[in-house]
């Protein structure tokens, strides 16, 4: 009973940290506040680490109530924490210390903070219990999200405005604040849609991968 006491709690908590991921890839290419002085890298780098935060914490918790931890290893572990403990040197020797560390003009990214909390949310996502049905689901999720700004990003193009605000009755507006962001996101959208429509079987899913990929397609050419 014990055993499957402790079981139950732990796959409550993956579930938790799922959702999560969840949440993360579907709001982080959407969200914007136009109530800050930088209106959206800010606002996504708050978002990111607030979900972080609470990612971290459910974690800990998680190895707490297991007294256990699995580590899954990867080649790019290596990798990953040279490049971290290069941005850390980097951004103690910098000429602006403060800069590198939280960034400049309202953007956290590219910063030391930027990347501490990409490289949490690898190992959050490495090491957690995802299914590959929930791998695809965020997948579906972040596609979806990117392809949401991508049709944004298609109708500004046609100064088809939506609302009188200067900010979004620019010809390049969308919800990253960038079009270089907007268009890579719409890069990897689109390689994820063709990726995940040949490997479904699903012929709905196909259909629907079908058309976002020719979206973000669409989206990139403009």
Excluded: C
Aim: without cysteine; glycine residues 4%.
């Amino acid at each position: 009973y014990s055993i499957m006491n402790k079981n139950l709690k732990s796959n409550i908590l993956d579930n938790i940290i799922y959702k999560i991921f969840l949440v993360m890839v579907d709001l982080t290419p959407l969200f914007f506040l136009p109530i800050t002085t930088e209106f959206y890298d800010l606002n996504k780098q708050a978002l990111l680490l607030t979900l972080t935060i609470l990612l971290l914490g459910i974690w800990i918790v998680k190895i707490a109530k297991a007294k256990s931890l699995t580590i899954v290893r990867s080649t790019l572990d290596i990798p990953l924490l040279a490049f971290m403990v290069v941005a850390l040197f980097s951004s103690v020797f910098s000429i602006s210390v403060s800069d590198s560390i939280f960034g400049s003009t309202g953007r956290w990214f590219p910063s030391l903070i930027g990347i501490g909390i990409i490289g949490i949310i690898y190992y959050a996502v490495a090491w957690s219990k995802v299914s590959v049905t929930q791998t695809r689901n965020i997948l579906m999720a972040f596609i979806a999200a990117v392809s949401i700004n991508s049709l944004i990003s298609i109708i500004s193009y046609f100064q088809i405005y939506f609302g009188s605000a200067p900010f979004l009755q620019s010809p390049n507006f969308n919800l990253t604040g960038s079009t270089n962001t907007s268009v890579i996101l719409s890069v990897l959208a689109f390689t994820m849609a063709i990726g995940l429509h040949f490997y479904s079987k699903n012929q709905k899913a196909k259909v629907w991968l079908l058309i976002l990929s020719i979206v973000n397609l669409f989206s990139i050419a403009i």
